[in-house]
T-cell receptor, first 114, second 111 residues
Framework: KAGVTQTPRYLIKTRGQQVTLSCSPISGHRSVSWYQQTPGQGLQFLFEYFSETQRNKGNFPGRFSGRQFSNSRSEMNVSTLELGDSALYLC?????????????FGPGTRLTVT | TQLLEQSPQFLSIQEGENLTVYCNSSSVFSSLQWYRQEPGEGPVLLVTVVTGGEVKKLKRLTFQFGDARKDSSLHITAAQPGDTGLYLCAGPKAAGNKLTFGGGTRVLVKP
């Protein structure tokens, strides 16, 4: 079974621009979560989508948004990029949004904002 | 303040030595998970512990969940360079199913 895929793997953007990242979950997984990872803050939860609906949201500004399509693929968008948005953005899929909630991560998208 | 505190933050040992990583919280978790992340890659799930006092073994890795389900430990026996990576513990928050992660322990095993 193919793992979680994320595109692109690397991105360089300028302050003020916007960016869209894509995630394809493991086949059959309906829950997709997004995380931001930085050296200073570690792994921080952005949001989770399940069956095209946002179920949970972390403490990030409204510039960070996402969506999920009917085939469970998900995109996240960051508008008006700031230098502090430079990070590794990880997508994770889960079979069910249940108690164990085991996450399977993609390789991430490394975003650099200059 | 992190809901899950990991210690130590960094560990450097020689091949063949043993090591233990700790994950502590003041909150009770219904389960805790351990992940390992290598540079340039996403975290990989190693194990999930669910029952207080539970011990799980994965080859040279031993995971323990505290009796009160507030803490967990990862012990590696006879570490190898392939064990090098960032070890993360994570647990579901009470409100909703989102996971909260510890700050991570960076392990370096030198040959």
């Amino acid at each position: 079974k193919a793992g979680v895929t994320q595109t692109p793997r690397y991105l360089i953007k300028t302050r003020g621009q916007q960016v869209t990242l894509s995630c394809s979950p493991i086949s059959g997984h309906r829950s997709v979560s997004w995380y931001q990872q930085t050296p200073g803050q570690g792994l921080q939860f952005l949001f989770e989508y399940f069956s095209e609906t946002q179920r949970n949201k972390g403490n990030f500004p409204g510039r960070f948004s996402g969506r999920q399509f009917s085939n469970s693929r998900s995109e996240m968008n960051v508008s008006t990029l700031e230098l502090g948005d430079s990070a590794l953005y990880l997508c994770a899929s889960s079979l069910v949004a249940g108690e164990l909630y085991e996450q399977y991560f993609g390789p991430g998208t490394r975003l650099t904002v200059t | 303040t992190q809901l899950l505190e990991q210690s130590p933050q960094f560990l450097s040992i020689q091949e063949g030595e043993n090591l233990t990583v700790y994950c502590n919280s003041s909150s009770v978790f219904s389960s805790l998970q351990w992940y390992r992340q290598e540079p340039g890659e996403g975290p990989v799930l190693l194990v999930t512990v669910v029952t207080g006092g539970e011990v799980k073994k994965l080859k040279r890795l031993t995971f323990q969940f505290g009796d009160a389900r507030k803490d967990s430990s990862l012990h590696i026996t006879a570490a190898q360079p392939g064990d090098t990576g960032l070890y993360l513990c994570a647990g579901p928050k009470a409100a909703g199913n989102k996971l909260t992660f510890g700050g991570g322990t960076r392990v370096l095993v030198k040959p």
